[in-house]
């Protein structure tokens, strides 16, 4: 499931600017299908951060993640339209570092994260005996 709706793109990005980056078909319509297929690339980029840290699916969608998604979606949304610009781009370098801090740990959501996991492994045996010339 999408962090972010067309309707979030909308309120985040303007209507017109959405049209020029997801009217594939010139018609003068916001085409769905391309903005939802980027908003599922979006959040399917944000869970590949975010499963380092919280249990997926989230129990909830917080408002920074939303923003995200939105920063995400319409940054691979533009670059097909051409209509890709250095603001939309320092957008998307800032989310990336957003989850990039998240996955490290260094910022929070304010949500239950999991547990880490990770155990440095371990060997364990019989100890060694001497027994005349050799060990056994």
């Excluded at 370098?93 to 740990?105: H, I, P, Q, T, Y």
Aim: hydrophobic content about 40%; aromatic content about 6%.
């Amino acid at each position: 499931m999408p962090y972010a709706s067309q309707q979030d793109l909308i309120d985040r990005v303007g209507e017109d600017e959405l049209l020029v980056a997801a009217d594939r078909d010139r018609d003068g319509v916001i085409d769905a299908a391309v903005v939802d297929g980027a908003l599922e690339d979006a959040s399917a980029e944000i869970d590949s951060y975010l499963a380092q840290v919280y249990a997926l699916p989230l129990p909830s969608v917080p408002r920074l993640i939303n923003r995200l998604a939105c920063d995400i979606a319409f940054h691979r949304l533009s670059p097909e339209a051409d209509t890709s610009t250095e603001y939309r781009r320092s957008r998307y370098d800032e989310a990336v570092s957003l989850l990039k801090k998240l996955a490290g740990r260094e910022i929070t959501l304010g949500m239950p994260q999991a547990p880490t996991t990770r155990t440095k492994p371990s060997i364990s045996s019989a100890p060694r005996r001497w027994r005349g010339r050799r060990l056994t």
